[in-house]
């Protein structure tokens, strides 16, 4: 009996946001089957009473001062955009196209 | 081209090359032609390089050479030529992480520690390939291809900064800048017979680098020899305001440090370490090290790391949910890969990461999903830190009994391309040795201890307490002074040039 399921791979997949091709979801269930396995040796460990560690060298975190810095370029932050229009980023359509509003389509090609 | 600078290469000593580049015995162009020519000839083989900068290379050194000409001030890494993992963001310089996702990405801004680097007169030669988002220990993960190692080209140079350990193994940069997360420095370093250094955690700035897992991603040097590696950590470390986890401690002198000896120092070996899995010729080569420091006149004491054997099952558990987490940011909007003809914003994202990210990152996503899940993150993600606590109790415990922990770096020497691929467990599992010091922070080395009856490098870790790089020095540099190993070179790649 597997612990992953084809089903709980795709759920993975959705939350993930990674589309997943042919044979790549059936391969994903046995690689995550076989570490899940493995890993679950830890749970042999009792653990009660200790408190998790987030941040193994326990520095202090300085604190900077609160003033503003220069920030790169708008054009340098856009140079790297696949799509863009102006100063912004193009995203495809995210509100639906309500009736008798034209609005500019962020581009669903 | 002058016997000197071929001579120069061949050693491929920092000092002596900044030495002869301020002194005016050589120019940096002389040696940045050098290791070009090199690189044009054997790189076709190994495929240590995703991009070569021969343009910015040149002019690079051409100012290093302009400002000695001038009498002006250069720094202590004046004209050395070092490679950079394709993980730093070089302003102007396209940085890929050896991802499709990132194809043609071109940061708008440097790293700190190649800002440093280049303030220090090091010349970068090009961006140097790795396993895609520093995720393996093989290097055939790289999206534009495997890199092989230089001591028997069948063979992989460990990962994930396998391009970098291979470049300075082969002559093809005299340093290099690598990333360890859980092993990507030490690892390659003992399959391809160099040192690699990971400094304590926050001592390097993380920032410009590209993250895999933030409370985990340490960047650090590769050289051909402790003081090399040592000279590159010292223009890397220290505070920098842009990263928040860094630390705002002093530098020590890690030069002088390789030269402190070894008088006084407990060195603690921890029989968890020599388990089952472990190659009997590693074993026989880390025993005879610690022999050869004991000889030099440390004390060696038993230590015990009793939570050794949950540090894989930790490690994974973090460090895939803190790259799930930092993956998200490739959206196919800001930068990357996108995907076309898609209907809507969802599509979008889920088709461009499908297309961008390869197999090994996509495993370590869906497993970092999964770990994180609303229901199962106490089980597996709190429980981990919780282990991550335990290992570094452990840690700090032995140090209570010794100055620095001996132990081998990777359970198996450097194994054939393609064998291990198709089995991601199997790979995970020799992460055994490397990943404690990562969960714990410690800064940490790998260098060269003896050869393996089919010539492939072994190498042994060294593990101080947090801040302790200078003890971590002094006991690798009483190593390499009472040994030859650092001095052999992959005859294939230097032939007559062999010093």
Redesign the interface.
């Known amino acids: 009996m597997s612990r992953i399921t084809l089903k709980e ?1 795709e759920e ?10 042919g044979e ?1 979801a059936e ?2 269930r046995g ?2 089957e ?3 396995s ?2 679950d ?3 042999e ?1 009792d ?1 009660s009473g ?8 326990g ?1 202090a ?2 604190l ?1 001062s609160d003033e503003t810095a220069p920030s ?1 370029p708008i054009e ?2 856009l ?5 863009k229009d102006d100063r912004f ?6 509100v639906p196209k309500s009736d008798g509003r034209n609005e500019k389509s962020g581009g ?2 | 081209m002058s016997a000197q600078v071929e001579s120069l290469v061949a050693e491929g000593q920092v000092e002596a090359i900044a030495a002869a580049v301020k002194g005016g015995k050589v120019r940096a162009r002389e040696l940045v032609e050098c290791y070009l020519d090199r690189i044009a000839k054997h790189d076709g083989t190994l495929g240590c390089y995703l991009h070569v900068d021969a343009d910015g290379a040149r002019r690079r050194s051409d100012s290093v050479d302009a400002a000695v000409a001038s009498g002006a001030t250069v720094g202590p890494l004046a004209g050395v030529p070092i490679g950079i993992k394709d993980i730093f963001c070089t302003e102007g310089v396209e940085t890929t992480c050896a991802s499709k996702i990132l194809k043609g990405f071109v940061p708008p801004y440097e790293s700190t520690v190649t800002a440093r680097l280049a303030q220090a007169g090091a010349v970068s030669l090009g961006k140097i390939n790795m396993d895609e988002f520093a995720m393996g220990s093989s290097n055939e993960n790289s999206a534009f291809g495997p890199v092989r190692n230089p001591w028997d080209t069948t063979r992989v140079p460990g990962g994930s900064s396998g391009g970098s350990a291979a470049a300075v193994a082969a002559g093809l940069c005299a340093t290099s800048l690598g990333t360890d997360t859980g092993g990507s420095i030490r690892q390659p370093a003992a399959l391809c017979g160099v040192t690699g250094i990971k400094a304590t955690y926050g001592r390097v700035s993380r920032w410009g680098v590209i993250a895999f897992a933030s409370s985990l991603d340490h960047p650090g040097p590769f050289g051909r020899t402790i003081r090399d590696a040592a000279l590159m950590l010292q223009s890397m470390a220290g505070h920098d305001d842009n990263d928040a986890t860094s630390i705002a401690a002093p530098v020590g002198n890690y030069a002088a440090a390789c030269a402190g000896g070894v008088k006084g120092l407990r060195v603690g070996v921890p029989e968890e370490y020599f388990a089952t899995g472990l190659e009997p010729e590693i074993e026989a080569a880390v025993r005879a090290a610690i022999d050869t420091i004991r000889a030099a006149g440390a004390e060696v004491v038993p230590v015990s790391l009793p939570h050794t054997r949950y540090a894989v099952a930790a490690y994974y558990l973090i460090s895939t949910a803190e790259a799930a987490s930092n993956l998200a940011r490739y959206d196919g909007i800001r930068y990357g890969h996108r995907a076309t003809n898609i209907g809507s914003l969802e599509e979008l994202y889920a088709r461009s990461r499908g297309e961008g990210f390869g197999s090994e990152p996509k495993r370590r996503i869906m497993l970092g999903t999964y770990v994180l899940r609303s229901g199962y993150y106490d089980a597996y993600y709190g429980k981990a830190q919780r282990v991550r606590r335990k290992i570094t109790e452990d840690f700090a415990a032995a140090f209570s009994k010794c100055d620095v922990i001996a132990t081998p770096t990777s359970p198996i020497s450097a194994f054939k391309v393609g064998e291990k691929i198709s089995d991601p467990l199997a790979l995970y599992l020799a992460d055994v040795y490397t990943v404690g010091p990562s969960l714990a922070g410690l800064p940490a080395l790998s260098q060269p201890c003896g050869f393996s009856k089919a010539g492939l490098p072994i190498g042994w870790q060294l593990i101080a307490p947090p801040l302790g790089e200078e003890t971590l020095l002094r006991v690798g540099g009483a190593y390499e002074a009472a040994t030859e190993w650092h001095k052999r070179l992959p005859v294939s790649f230097f032939g007559k040039e062999v010093v």
């Open positions: 791979v993975l997949a959705m939350l993930s946001r990674l589309q997943l091709e790549e391969r994903m690689a995550l076989a570490v899940l493995y890993i040796q830890i749970q460990l653990t200790v408190a998790p560690l987030t941040h193994a060298v520095f975190c300085p900077r790169l340098a932050v140079q790297n955009a696949p799509r980023f193009e995203v495809p359509r995210i669903a090609r």
